[in-house]
Structures are given as structure tokens and as C-alpha cells.
């Protein structure tokens, strides 16, 4: 039991006084720890948080993306041209136009109303200007074994016909991986 204050002595008195300074110390202390420790804690989970939003991104990207080069394909701005035809079956394919002005596909690859092959601007990569990619951005079906609404093995005049590629009247065998090159004269054929 403690005693009355006054019932105490002055050393008594001392003694408690230093008692009560070192508990309020003690206590004082702890809270302090204990801020510190979730001051640390929210740091350390932030940190967290920010390294796995990281290590997910990169994560998340493509597998196959390759890095731009650091020498441009076609050393430069070019601006290139290249014809194509289109025939199912013997019979010629009009390939889509836009109206007025404006272009069809990217502005590095694209068509006016002229329906040749444009490609203008630097080329990066020789992937960017594949004969299947200015298919893909004119908005035809065009796969190394389909053309348009044909596919290997369809009739054709009565036989089952193929898809063909033929560039500056050679036929080619790359199909949708052939390289677009200036002033080029392709032939996409459906036939026997």
C-alpha cells in the first residue's frame, strides 16, 4: 500500500517523484517505439507494394515485343510505292479505297484512292511493312493459306485452288512475310 504523500519523506518523496518521471519515460518510450515501428511498417509496405507493381508490369509485357532498333530500317523518311492485284479465280479484286482525301491503313503504311501500296514516313522494323500487315490495315483477310473469302483447297474452276504470290512477276513463296519495296508489282492470286 502506498502512503499519503504528506505521511512521506522528503528523500521518500524524491525517490517517488523519480519513480513516476522514469515510468512516464518508459511509457513515453514505448509509444515512441511503437510510432516508429508503423512509421516502418507503412514504409516498408509501400515499398512492397511499389516493387510488385514493377516486377507486374514488365511482367505483363509482351513476350515476343521486340526492341525498336536503334538503326531505322529504311535509313530515313521514304516515301514508297509498290502496285497490287488481287485476283480470285481469275477474276480481278478491287481493293478498298477511301473517299476523298484521306488515307486506308497507318500513317506508315496505306493506300489512297489510287489503291497502290504507300509507305511513307521512317520504317523501323521491316516487320512494319510486310505485304500481310498493309492487308491487315486496309481491312482485307489475307493468311498465307487464305485470301480474302478463299482458302487452300476451295474450288477454283473446278479444281482446288491454292493462294499464290507473285512479286515482279516471279512467284514468291513468303506470301504474308514478303517486304514491301518501292516500286514493286505484286500479284495476290487464288488459283489451280
Known amino acids: 500500500m502506498e502512503q499519503p504523500a504528506e505521511s512521506l519523506t522528503r528523500h521518500e518523496r524524491r525517490q517517488l517523484k523519480k519513480q513516476q518521471r522514469e515510468q512516464e519515460q518508459q511509457q513515453k518510450e514505448k509509444t515512441q517505439t511503437a510510432k516508429q515501428k508503423r512509421k516502418s511498417m507503412i514504409t516498408w509496405s509501400i515499398v512492397t ?104 483447297g476451295d474450288v477454283c474452276n473446278g479444281t482446288p485452288g491454292k493462294v499464290k504470290l507473285f512479286a515482279n512477276g516471279e512467284e514468291n513463296s513468303l506470301l504474308t512475310k514478303y517486304v514491301i519495296k518501292d516500286g514493286d508489282k505484286y500479284g495476290l492470286r487464288f488459283e489451280p
Open 49 to 152: 507494394i511499389v516493387v510488385l507493381g514493377i516486377v507486374i508490369f514488365f511482367m505483363m509485357l509482351p513476350k515476343n515485343a521486340t526492341p525498336q532498333p536503334q538503326q531505322p530500317y529504311s535509313k530515313g523518311q521514304v516515301h514508297w510505292h509498290a502496285s497490287l492485284k488481287v485476283f480470285l479465280c481469275g477474276e480481278e479484286k478491287l481493293m478498298p479505297a477511301p473517299i476523298g482525301e484521306s488515307h486506308l491503313g497507318l500513317p506508315l503504311l496505306h493506300t489512297h484512292a489510287d489503291r497502290r501500296v504507300h509507305i511513307e514516313g521512317t520504317v523501323w522494323r521491316s516487320e512494319d511493312i510486310l505485304l500481310g500487315k498493309y492487308m491487315e490495315v486496309i481491312g482485307q483477310n489475307f493468311k498465307d493459306d487464305e485470301l480474302l473469302e478463299k482458302k487452300n
